[in-house]
C-alpha cells in the first residue's frame, strides 16, 4: 500500500481517447499500490460515451487510494433530464433490439457508488466509485 495518487488531465474527443484514460487509470492505481480492472471497465464506458455521443473534449479526474477508486469523466454537453434518469434510477435493461444503452447500466449496478453532477451549460460530470480488488498492482 503506498497511498493516494491523483490526476486530471484533458483528452480530445477522440476514440484513442478511450486508451488513454484507462491507461492514466491504471497508471493511477499503480502508484496507489491498488488494482481494480472494473475501474478499468467503467472508465473505457464513460470515455466511450463522451466520444460517440457528447462529442466534446473531456477532463478526467482520478483518486486512487488503498480502499477506494474514484474517476470523474467532465465533458461539454449538458445533462438531459433523461440521462439524469439513467444515472440515478437504474431503469433496468433495454429491449433486446436496442442496439446501445447497456453502459450506464453495467455502470449504475457495478460501481460502489455513481452519479452525475450538473454544471448547467458547462457540461456534466459522471462519477464512480469501486472498491480495489487488491494492493500491489
Known sequence: ?????VASVHLPAEPPSVRGARVIVAREMAAAGVSSSLALLLTSELASNVVQHA???????V??????VRVEIHDGMAATAAFRELIERHPGLPSIQVVNGRGLLLLTSTAAACGVIDKGADGKAVWFEVVPESEGA
Open 55 to 61: 462529442r466534446t473534449g473531456f477532463d478526467l479526474v
Open 63 to 68: 483518486e486512487a487510494a488503498p480502499n477506494r
Open 1 to 5: 500500500m503506498r497511498g493516494m495518487a
